[in-house]
């Protein structure tokens, strides 16, 4: 039955629109992720640079204060203010100083740690001589920095160094440096950065209740509205971002580099608002793009409406036509359905015979062999009857018995080749079958001056198989080798079996070769005279080999003759297991 034409178009449109929908998910989910990491890589390398920036300007101002001291500790009027007590000219030089070296204040201490003069006024006449940078200045000959904790919150950083006079330590100057200035000039560019001490206390921030605190606790405080608090909120859905860290529920990137100075450390937080603003305009683009591809799709809909039902029309007419054509075609198959059948019973009647004479050709070759070996018994048994060597006699007729028997499991097993089954399977040492094919095969092989050399290993080769079947196998290749071999002048076989992942068994001859490997294993094919063989034997090997789990291949030897390998899988106990 066919679909009406407006209904069809109706589909073919629907399933249109839900494409390009489906097409503009897919891309904005992938333009989302690449731009995403673009510019997300691009802050992360922004944000370096400034890390690199921020950790030289802190070591700088600390290298260029670090000198003051020295400098101000060699002022001959400073020096001559300690040794004559009058100090009265002596702020005002500090205050000299002050401005050209931008440090936040500087102080000077007479030997009782006194403060006798100061860029701050108010520090006038305290006493110093029990804190830590003014004890360890005096203990010392350079310049000591120490970390003072300010009674107001924060850190004061101060370098201090003994003045020394021709009788011994006049005082201590003492310059300290204004690292918060650095402080601001940081929170006007990131959003959030520290620098902790070499304990991991915060002892310089942007965020003035984290100094004092460990990372832990001052990502802990919950702080008053602030850029890190505004970070990402947007199309949460879409915000693929490397999250670097959490600061106060919202993912940032920290960075954190190394201040070459007393085991400081600089962490540094960025929001990802830039990232988002510049992903969700080029978002915004392409959807914009999608949505005027899809009106401009339903405008060329609409536009064909019209044409489509010319169309219908016409194709009504074709389907008419098309259907008379159709008819008449049945008519004929229907006809040639007829004759077929009547060929097909004929082919099933010719396939039958043709299975009946592969049977037949089958058991005379599989019988063949135990025929010969026992013809070749009797004629011994004759010959040693003559001689009056009757056990040995005994012994020929004991072989022709094992032959009959042989004969009758042989085709037992013809009946069952079709269905294959794995009744007669049990664990069997390959060398054993091996050594029995030999037994077997030694009265043709005395026939001739034939050269036989086998190698087997010292530890079994068990495989789980027929035992019968892997024999007539073996003689199947021996009989091969020796016919291959009557051309030969020093004819030669070589039987070689080693265990490795699997067991391996290779029979080689020196003969002639084999000239087509591809139709070596097909049934009925072989190169003996008419009356020697049906081309069976190798076929018949190759499918016993296949049921018992292994492969068998041939190929020309590197110095002529053939090479025939068989290869088993070795025996587990899982093996018995999986048949049973």
């Not at 009782?112 to 000959?141: K, M, P």
């Not at 405080?221 to 919202?250: F, H």
């Not at 080999?545 to 025939?564: H, I, M, Q, Y």
């Amino acid at each position: 039955m066919k679909a009406d034409p407006i209904t069809l178009g109706r589909w073919l449109t629907r399933i249109s629109v839900v494409v390009l929908v489906i097409v503009a998910m897919v891309v904005i989910y992938f333009t989302n992720l690449l731009l995403t990491e673009r510019f997300t890589e691009s802050t992360r390398n922004r944000a370096e640079v400034r890390m690199t920036l921020y950790v030289g300007n802190l070591t700088s101002e600390l290298q260029r204060n670090s000198i003051v001291p020295q400098l101000l500790a060699r002022d001959p009027e400073l020096i001559r203010a300690l040794s004559a007590q009058e100090y009265s000219l002596s702020t005002q030089r500090l205050l000299s100083f002050v401005d050209e070296i931008g440090a936040a204040s500087l102080m000077l201490f007479d030997r009782d740690g006194r403060t006798v003069a100061a860029t701050d006024r108010t520090r006038l006449g305290e006493t110093h001589r029990n804190d830590q940078f003014y004890i360890n200045a005096l203990r010392s000959n350079a310049t000591i920095f120490t970390l003072l904790e300010a009674e107001t919150g924060g850190y004061s950083f101060v370098y201090s160094r003994r003045i020394d006079g021709p009788s011994g330590a006049l005082g201590v100057i003492a310059i300290e440096v204004d690292l918060h200035k650095l402080e601001r000039s940081w929170a006007s560019i990131s959003d959030a950065v520290f620098v902790t001490d070499s304990a991991g206390t915060v002892i310089l921030s942007t965020e003035p209740r984290w100094r004092g605190r460990t990372e832990a606790e001052a990502l802990a405080v919950q702080s008053p509205k602030s850029a890190i608090e505004r970070a990402l909120r947007a199309t949460q859905d879409w915000s693929i971002i490397p999250i670097d860290g959490y600061l106060q529920g919202e993912a940032v990137l920290r960075m954190e580099t190394r201040v070459p100075f007393q085991g400081w450390r600089m962490v540094s937080f960025t929001t990802y608002d830039s990232v988002r603003e510049k992903v969700n305009g080029f978002l915004a683009l392409e959807i914009m793009g999608f949505a005027i591809l899809l009106a401009l799709g339903f405008w060329v809909s609409s536009r064909k409406s019209a044409s489509r039902m010319v169309f219908f029309q016409r194709e009504s007419a074709d389907l008419r036509a098309l259907n008379i054509r159709l008819q008449r075609e049945i008519a004929e198959r229907e006809k040639v359905e007829k004759t077929l059948e009547v060929a097909e019973q004929t082919l099933a009647q010719s396939s039958k015979l043709a299975a009946l004479g592969e049977m037949s050709a089958a058991v005379s070759h599989e019988l063949n062999q135990p025929l010969a070996a026992m013809k070749t018994y009797l004629a011994g048994a004759r010959l040693l009857l003559q001689r009056k060597r009757s056990e040995e006699a005994l012994a020929s007729f004991q072989r022709i018995d094992d032959l009959i028997d042989r004969m009758g499991v042989i085709t037992r097993q013809l009946k069952s080749y079709a269905r294959k089954g794995k009744e007669a399977f049990e664990p069997v040492d390959v060398r054993d079958a091996v050594s029995t094919a030999l037994s077997m095969m030694e009265p043709q092989l005395k026939t001739r001056k034939i050269s036989i050399s086998s190698a087997m290993p010292a530890e079994p080769a068990m495989i789980y198989g027929d035992r019968l079947r892997l024999e007539q196998v073996i003689i199947n290749l021996l009989r091969n080798a020796l016919d291959a071999t009557k051309t030969a002048g020093d004819p030669s076989i070589d039987v070689l079996l080693s265990v490795g992942d699997s067991v391996h068994l290779t029979v080689r001859d020196n003969g002639a070769g084999i000239d087509d490997l591809d139709a070596l294993f097909e049934p009925f094919y072989t190169t003996k005279l008419p009356g020697d063989g049906v081309g069976l034997g190798l076929a018949i090997s190759s499918g016993i080999v296949k049921d018992l789990g292994g492969r068998l291949t041939a190929r020309n030897g590197a110095s002529g003759g053939a090479v025939f390998e068989l290869s088993l899988p070795i025996f587990k106990i899982n093996d018995i297991e999986a048949a049973e």
